[in-house]
């Protein structure tokens, strides 16, 4: 497949945006009672290329760069959150890893899978028992040509519908380094894999999540993505990029929320005028329209900082600012949107749109791939080691 020219992607945006916000909007309301996708919902994500559109050319995919990555989920994240938890990750992690760090071997039998969905991940890192960084629990035994796990994760997302986990392990437990973990790409039906599932979410629902579970299970050691050893570097760089897309949906999220207090506060008139008109209103829409610009900067400079180049010295820290500040502007935004909306924006039905669905959706950004915390500290440890210094790509 070639890549898209500017005209097309254009169109192509426009052709997910009307996706978001029409046929998706319809099947969530079936959603909101089952907490679970319909049929529907994938086939209509593959007849609209949206597990192919990230994948590089060679796999079948439409060569996008970051940047237009990043332009083509945040499109998508007008719509329903659970169906935006699930496409992010069909834009990022659920392939990107296999690809960075999958064998020959893995990546001629799979890659090309990822096209249709006839393969879909998970990403096994968090532990209840530990953090999700280098004191996990899970083991991986070397056992010949096999590698034997035990233990368990938990808050894994897409549990009920992918057909391979990427799971952090311990390899090394005598070491103290970054030499301590091991990542894999195993199999659902490993032999010992098993899939508990988690109640309802608050928001983003259809979105499935589950613990998981090994006990004596076995796999392959050609499952072994990089070299033994390499866990935490292969977590902590996909959580980097997968950080910046976080906030490229927060940044689709809080465009919408902000056209949908426009249009309430032109419609909405007291004594004798539109809200809009009224100061008050107006600081509120100010302050969301900067916080939701600035989002957008954050998130394109990123973009270009990781096609220049996707390891580089800033590429850790500039994705957990966009992470932390978009959360921040999505506080901001949803809190801002509810007030405008009065009363009216507290009911599930409103003729402007699912105001009361966005402001439960966006909680989950707080959590999804690290806490505002964890970000912090990143930043902290990046800022301090570069001196105050960050490097922009004009």
Request: glycine share 8%; net charge negative.
């Amino acid at each position: 497949m070639s890549k898209l020219s500017q005209e097309q992607f254009q169109a192509y945006l426009m052709q997910i945006r009307q996706l978001a916000e029409g046929p998706l909007e319809e099947i969530q309301k079936e959603v909101e009672v089952t907490n679970k996708f319909p049929q529907e919902f994938y086939d209509l994500s593959i007849k609209n290329d949206l597990y192919r559109c990230a994948l590089p050319v060679e796999y079948g995919g439409y060569g996008l760069s970051e940047l237009e990555i990043l332009q083509v989920q945040e499109e998508f994240s007008r719509g329903p959150g659970g169906m935006r938890m699930h496409l992010h990750y069909a834009m990022d992690l659920n392939w990107r890893i296999l690809d960075d760090y999958g064998s020959k071997e893995l990546k001629d039998e799979y890659m090309h899978k990822f096209q249709d969905k006839s393969v879909f991940t998970c990403f096994a890192l968090t532990e209840a028992t530990g953090g999700t960084g280098a004191d996990l629990h899970t083991m991986a035994v070397k056992d010949g040509d096999s590698y034997v796990l035990n233990g368990e994760k938990t808050l894994i997302s897409h549990t009920d519908c992918c057909e391979f986990a990427y799971v952090i392990a311990v390899t090394n437990p005598d070491s103290h380094k970054d030499d301590r973990l091991s990542a894999f790409f195993v199999p659902m039906d490993a032999p010992g894999f098993e899939v508990i599932n988690m109640p309802h979410m608050m928001g983003c629902r259809g979105a499935g999540h589950g613990d998981l579970k090994f006990t004596d299970c076995k796999i392959d050691k050609k499952y072994l993505l990089g070299k033994e050893g390499q866990g935490l570097e292969i977590a902590m760089h996909s959580l980097s990029v997968s950080r910046a897309h976080i906030a490229a949906s927060n940044l689709g999220m809080a465009q919408r929320m902000l056209e949908l207090s426009l249009q309430y506060a032109n419609d909405r008139v007291t004594f004798g005028k539109p809200i809009g008109t009224r100061q008050a209103i107006r600081c509120k829409i100010a302050d969301m329209s900067m916080m939701v610009h600035a989002l957008r900067c954050m998130v394109y400079d990123f973009a270009k900082s990781y096609e220049e180049c996707p390891t580089g010295e800033y590429i850790e820290e500039k994705a957990a600012m966009c992470k932390l500040y978009s959360i921040d502007t999505t506080r901001r935004v949803s809190d801002e949107m509810l007030e405008i909306f009065g009363g009216v924006g507290y009911f599930e039905d409103c003729k402007y749109g699912p105001v009361e669905r966005l402001y439960r959706d966006c909680r989950a950004m707080w959590l999804e791939e690290g806490a505002p915390t964890v970000q912090r500290i990143t930043i902290s440890r990046n800022t301090i080691k570069h001196g105050g210094k960050m490097e922009y790509v004009i």
